[in-house]
C-alpha cells in the first residue's frame, strides 16, 4: 500500500497536457470574425454546417455553394429544392445574396432555409468568401 506521501508524482508531460486542457479556448464571435475580415470563420460558424463550397463535396442540408455566384437559383445538381427556390428566376450575384442573408423568407416567401442576418459586417463576409472561395 502507497501512502499519499510516497505517491509517484505525476509525469510533467501530462500535467502540462491537462493544465492545457483546462484553459478556456477562444470564442471568436461573428462580429469579431466579421472586424477581422475573417469570411472563412464567418462561413464556418453560420453557413459550414448546412453548405459546402468545394467542388467535389455534394449536398448538405443544403445545396453545396461551389460555382453558386453566376448559377441560376434553385439548380444545382442532387438537390431538392423548395418551389419558391426553382421558379425564383435569377442568377445568383453579391446583390441577390446581399438580400438573401439579410432575411431569406422575406426575400424569397415560401424558400426551406430559414436565415436572418441582421449585421452588414457578416453578410459581406460571407459574400466576399463566397466570391474567393466557391468561384467555379
Known amino acids: 500500500m502507497t501512502h499519499a506521501l510516497h505517491a509517484r508524482p505525476m509525469p510533467v508531460g501530462i500535467a502540462a497536457l491537462l493544465f492545457l486542457l483546462l484553459l478556456p479556448l477562444p470564442v471568436v464571435t461573428p462580429s469579431q470574425a466579421a472586424a477581422a475580415g475573417d469570411g472563412e470563420t464567418l462561413f464556418r460558424q453560420q453557413c459550414g454546417t448546412c453548405h459546402t463550397v468545394k467542388k467535389d463535396e455534394g449536398a448538405r442540408a443544403g445545396p453545396p455553394l461551389y460555382g453558386v455566384l453566376g448559377r441560376k437559383a434553385g439548380t444545382a445538381a442532387d438537390f431538392e429544392y423548395s418551389d419558391a427556390l426553382r421558379r425564383a428566376g435569377f442568377t ?37 468568401f463566397l466570391q474567393s472561395n466557391a468561384a467555379k
Do not use: C, K
Open 92 to 128: 445568383w450575384d453579391a446583390g441577390h445574396l446581399e438580400r438573401w442573408l439579410t432575411n431569406s423568407n422575406d426575400f424569397l416567401p415560401g424558400s426551406y432555409m430559414n436565415y436572418r442576418q441582421e449585421d452588414d459586417a457578416v453578410r459581406q463576409g460571407i459574400i466576399r
